[in-house]
Structure formats: structure tokens, C-alpha cells
């Protein structure tokens, strides 16, 4: 079956650190990749996408890594701010407008 | 002016009630969807419906039913609820060429 998950749980830095969350997927298949960040009694929202075409995507204050030989997803947040503090899951499609989610990372920002 | 509404935010019945779920959107999106997402944080869809159509239904147990009288809807509808049920749903739509889902801010449904 498909599934896509994180290594780390929780992941804690200081205000101004770079952030690293890291995500594994297993579907070969899937062809379209996106994080999203859920705050405390809140919807996840959509922060940077990536096809498979790509290996890198940049937008503001955050970078999207593909590689697909090991099949694994990271999102880099630089300067990371008590703001930034939340979920963070990747996604995976899987066709027929359908997402995959992984199993979340929290990241906690200390000032 | 909220992109996608979900009513109630809350919602605390007994076990073996019936309750109702709706959700709207307003960004003209063709597809909206439900997902689930447990105490543990994970996230998994329900069900998905393209303008009406159910298009996705992800083994849910028949006492869920969605139904959406017309693309800018779609309601979930639970018979007999089960402590199991209670988890936080959350409503999303997006256009039909992408991915680019927009989330509702979540029911959180608690049965006792």
C-alpha cells in the first residue's frame, strides 16, 4: 500500500535556526508533493508544492527537496520564527485528486 | 468571507445519536472533500465529490454519508455514533486541475 511518513515527531530549534522536516514515501508512483502547516485548532495550510519533474523548489523563507531515488521529502525553513511554530505533514498524490498525508511533525520555536 | 465554513466547530453527543456535519466553500472550486484526523494528528480522507459526484469513498463505514446538493456543499451525515467516531473532521475543496486544496478550520466531534 501507499503511505508517506516522517522520521522525526517533534522537532525543536531556536528562533533564527534553519529548520529541517524530513518525510519518507513509498508510492513511486506519486508524481506531486506538498507540505502543509496546521496551527492549534486550525486547518491545514498550503506552504510550497512540488512536481516530480523537480528536485528543488524555493519560496519565501521556504525550500522543497525532492529526491526520488530514496524517496524523500524535506522542507527547509530559514530563520524560522516563533510564528512558524506548528504541524507540519507532507502530502503525496495519488490520483483522482486525492492526497496522502503523512503523519505530521510539530515544530517548536523557542525565542 | 471565509473560504471554506464548517459547521459546527464542536460538536459532544452520546453514542448512538445521529449528527450532521455541513461545510460550504466559496471559491468556486469543482471538488470538496472529508478527512479525518485522529488523536495522533494523522490525516485521512473520506470521501471526495466532484461537482455532486461522489468521486472517492475510502472503505468508510456506511453509517457516514455524505451528500452534497450541489458543488459549493457537501454535508456528512453519521448514524449511530460510536465512541471511535470521535476525532476532529475537517471539510476541503479544491479546483478540479490541482491540488491546491483550502481547508475548512475542522469540527471537532467528541462522543461520549
Known amino acids: 500500500g501507499e503511505s508517506v511518513g516522517l522520521h522525526l515527531p517533534t522537532l525543536s530549534v531556536q528562533e533564527g535556526d534553519n529548520s529541517i522536516i524530513n518525510c519518507a514515501y513509498s508510492n513511486s508512483a506519486s508524481d506531486y508533493f506538498i507540505w502543509y502547516k496546521q496551527e492549534s485548532g486550525k486547518g491545514p495550510q498550503f506552504i510550497i508544492d512540488?512536481?516530480?519533474?523537480?528536485d528543488k523548489r524555493q519560496g519565501q523563507r521556504v525550500t522543497v527537496l525532492l529526491n526520488k531515488t530514496v524517496k524523500h521529502l524535506s522542507l527547509q525553513i530559514a530563520a524560522t520564527q516563533p510564528g512558524d511554530s506548528a504541524v507540519y505533514f507532507c502530502a503525496e498524490s495519488s490520483g483522482f485528486q486525492k492526497l496522502v498525508f503523512g503523519t505530521g511533525t510539530r515544530l517548536l520555536v523557542s525565542p | 468571507d471565509t473560504a471554506v465554513s464548517q459547521t459546527p466547530k464542536y460538536l459532544v453527543t452520546q453514542m448512538g445519536n445521529d449528527k450532521s456535519i455541513k461545510c460550504e466553500q466559496n471559491?468556486?472550486?469543482?471538488?470538496m472533500y472529508w478527512y479525518k484526523q485522529d488523536s495522533k494528528k494523522f490525516l485521512k480522507i473520506m470521501f471526495s465529490?466532484?461537482?455532486?459526484?461522489?468521486?472517492i469513498n475510502e472503505t468508510v463505514p456506511n453509517r457516514f454519508s455524505p451528500k452534497s446538493p450541489d458543488k459549493a456543499h457537501l454535508n456528512l451525515h453519521i448514524n449511530s455514533l460510536e465512541l471511535g467516531d470521535s476525532a476532529v473532521y475537517f471539510c476541503?475543496?479544491?479546483?478540479?486541475?490541482?491540488?491546491?486544496?483550502?481547508f475548512g478550520s475542522g469540527t471537532r466531534l467528541t462522543v461520549v
Open positions: 512540488i512536481r516530480s519533474n523537480m
Open positions: 465529490y466532484n461537482n455532486k459526484e461522489l468521486i
Open positions: 471559491l468556486g472550486h469543482d471538488t
Open positions: 476541503a475543496s479544491s479546483p478540479l486541475s490541482n491540488y491546491g486544496y483550502t
